[in-house]
Nanobody, 122 residues
Framework: QVQLEESGGGLVQAGASLRLSCVVS????????MGWFRQSPGKAREFVAV????????DYEDSVKGRFTISRDTAKNAVYLQMDSLAPEDTALYYC???????????????WGQGTQVTVSS
């Protein structure tokens, strides 16, 4: 059973930094593309950042480019999201997601954590 557990959220003032962690159990993260998503009240869940299964590529939603950094530690089987220069519009429930792709069938399975709340006050 694959499980993802996020931590590191909190209440901070605008301009502050937070580092979110996502520890994965039940699957090696080198087999998973790992991403962060967020959801604000009344809005759809949106993509924030992703790191490829081999760690060679990352991508970010435009509004977080230059402020957020996704990274991973394969020894700890964990993925991180360093968030700098936080703004009130970054307030959301942040979810960790792992995607296991099956290239032979061109299908995938997504695993999700329960989320960690980030609140940024102005």
């Amino acid at each position: 059973q694959v499980q993802l557990e996020e931590s590191g959220g909190g209440l901070v003032q605008a301009g502050a930094s937070l580092r979110l962690s996502c520890v994965v159990s039940g699957r090696d993260i080198t087999q998973l593309g790992m991403g962060w998503f967020r959801q604000s009240p009344g809005k759809a869940r949106e993509f924030v950042a992703v790191i490829r299964f081999d760690g060679r590529e990352t991508d970010y939603e435009d509004s977080v480019k230059g402020r957020f950094t996704i990274s991973r530690d394969t020894a700890k089987n964990a993925v991180y999201l360093q968030m700098d220069s936080l703004a009130p519009e970054d307030t959301a429930l942040y979810y960790c997601e792992g995607r296991h792709r099956f290239t032979t069938t061109n299908t995938h399975v997504d695993y999700w954590g329960q989320g960690t709340q980030v609140t940024v006050s102005s």
